[in-house]
């Protein structure tokens, strides 16, 4: 998994990056039209479309039959509990190609995700960082007493500044500590602790070139599964390690919907991939 978040990243920054000074809605609406593509092309290869086809004329025609004979109570029953079955059926059969798509789509929206669900941080924000241990170093005493603030040491690059010394919170098994950015670009921070070191990026606006819209990770975490498929922006932490995730506060991001209202960049997606493909469903010979 975390060989393909690696090539996922490289192609994903590397296609987007020509778009990074353009309003967000244009890079998404090309996405869309491609994921829109994608899904037609999928239909068309793996769903039964003589049955699909076969099922909307029975279900335009139980439709009818509750217009028809609305005045006959037993009918409109028999014909809605008809159109129950036929849509069950509808469902059943688009099931195939979904599944075929789930995981494509979610590798997309992961990685979109990173590049158009974040702002990045002007120059003098502050934010906050934090480091999650995997478990206290020591337990607490017999008095009740938490446990003594690990050794966990914090170096920024020159780009970002950290403003206060690390806040150990026991209860969360927690260091904290307050950054404020200073240049734009991509720095690094490194966290040292039980003897290992391990980096945190932290994405800084240019106001000058305007490229806002790059790859930001809010989130570093271990190497389980789950969290390598919903947070590929950077590499996993060592699943044995003694940090088990580094956070990063980003501001969350909306975008303009041609202008017409601002929304998550999720939902943008899903209205145009959704309408590009009814709307060349046609010239695909596809039936949806």
Do not use: C
């Not at 009818?64 to 129950?84: I, K, P, T």
């Not at 690094?188 to 994405?203: A, D, H, I, N, P």
């Amino acid at each position: 998994m975390s060989l393909l978040n690696a090539a996922l990243r490289a192609v994903f920054d590397v296609a987007l990056r020509p778009f990074a000074a353009l309003p967000p809605i244009v890079p998404v609406t090309i996405m869309a039209l491609v994921s829109g593509v994608f899904a037609l092309l999928v239909y068309r290869w793996t769903s039964n479309q003589a049955a699909i086809a076969a099922v909307k004329r029975r279900l335009f025609g139980h439709l009818l039959e509750v217009r028809l004979f609305n005045d006959d109570l037993r009918a409109v029953l028999a014909a809605q509990l008809r159109l129950l079955r036929e849509n069950l059926t509808y469902l059943r059969l688009n099931l195939v190609p979904l599944l075929w798509m789930i995981v494509p789509f979610m590798l997309l929206i992961a990685q979109l995700q990173f590049h158009y669900g974040y702002s990045g941080l002007d120059v003098g924000e502050r934010t906050l960082l934090t480091v999650d241990l995997v478990a206290p170093d020591a337990e607490p005493s017999a008095d009740g007493e938490p446990p003594p603030r690990p050794d966990v040491d914090l170096e920024a690059s020159p780009g970002v500044a950290v403003e206060t010394p690390g806040v150990w919170v026991p209860s969360l098994h927690q260091v904290a500590w307050r950054l404020r950015a200073l240049e734009p670009g991509r720095h690094q921070l490194v966290v040292r602790t039980g003897g290992e070191e391990f980096t945190k990026s932290v994405f800084v606006v240019d106001p000058e070139n305007g490229a806002r819209w790059v790859r930001r990770s809010p989130t570093r975490r271990r190497a389980a599964i789950l969290d390598q498929l919903l947070y590929p922006a950077e590499p996993s932490l060592p699943r044995d390690g003694p940090v088990d995730r580094i956070d990063i506060r980003y501001p969350a991001a909306s975008i303009s919907f041609f202008g017409l209202f601002d929304l998550h960049w999720l939902f943008a997606f899903l209205i145009l991939s959704i309408g590009l493909a009814f709307a060349l469903r046609n010239r695909f010979g596809v039936t949806l």
